[in-house]
């Protein structure tokens, strides 16, 4: 049974460039989670999601990032016109149900050059 | 006020002894409590979860609760090598009970020294 699989691992975008993350919740988990890791702090809660629904979204900037877990397919983490300040691991969670663990994909670095 | 609270260390602990971790947290009707591990440049991993007050024990780790003092901490022993990474307190709750927007302090560092 696969875990939460994120691509890409490592991904460079120039300034101004769209970066597209995704996340594959574990097989039979249909709630997913996105965090934010800047170097040296904290994991800082982005957006949660159920398939097709944002349940959550009081972490996301308001501009440039979206969020989406379509019907089919892995959920998107979008960040429009990124700058430097985007540099960060972004790690995916998925669980069965809300009152449930939370296991974590292996994230993505983003670097912004 | 942070919303979670940990020492951000580093801890240092003799191989085999116990490592003994502490987390507060300011939200009073938090319901739910994790301690996840990360080595360096890895993913978070959950070691323990824990719900309501008292010990919960799982091999060498124990995680203990106090919601009247906001307090939970996790124990660690027989420590060994290998447990040396990120430690990282998370909280979530509120109005509902579940694991939705979980808060995670910044981490304590334990080193375990051979």
């Known amino acids: 049974n696969a875990g939460v699989m994120q691509n890409p691992r490592h991904l460079v975008r120039r300034r101004g460039q769209e970066a597209r993350l995704r996340c594959s919740p574990m097989k039979g988990h249909s709630h997913v989670y996105w965090y934010r890791q800047l170097p040296e702090e904290g994991l800082k809660f982005m957006v949660y999601?159920?398939?097709?629904?944002?349940?959550?979204e009081s972490g996301m900037p308001k501009e440039r990032f979206s969020a989406e877990f379509p019907k089919e397919g892995p959920s998107i983490l979008r960040i429009q016109q990124v700058v430097r300040g985007d540099s960060a691991a972004y790690f995916c969670a998925s669980s069965k149900d809300r009152d449930t663990e939370a296991f974590f994909g292996q994230g993505t670095r983003l670097t912004v050059v | 006020q942070k919303e979670v609270e940990q020492n951000s260390g580093p801890l240092s602990v003799p191989e085999g002894a116990i490592a003994s971790l502490n987390c507060t947290y300011s939200?009073?009707?938090?319901?739910?409590f994790f301690w996840y591990r990360q080595y360096s440049g890895k993913s978070p991993e959950l070691i323990m979860s824990i719900y309501s007050n008292g010990d919960k024990e799982d091999g060498r780790f124990t995680a203990q609760l106090n919601k009247a003092s906001q307090y939970v901490s996790l124990l660690i022993r027989d420590s060994q090598p290998s447990d040396s990474a990120t430690y990282l307190c998370a909280v979530s709750g509120g109005s509902n009970f579940g694991n939705e927007k979980l808060t995670f302090g910044t981490g304590t560092r334990l080193t375990i020294i051979p």
């Open positions: 939200d009073r009707v938090s319901q739910s």
């Open positions: 999601l159920q398939k097709e629904n944002i349940i959550d």
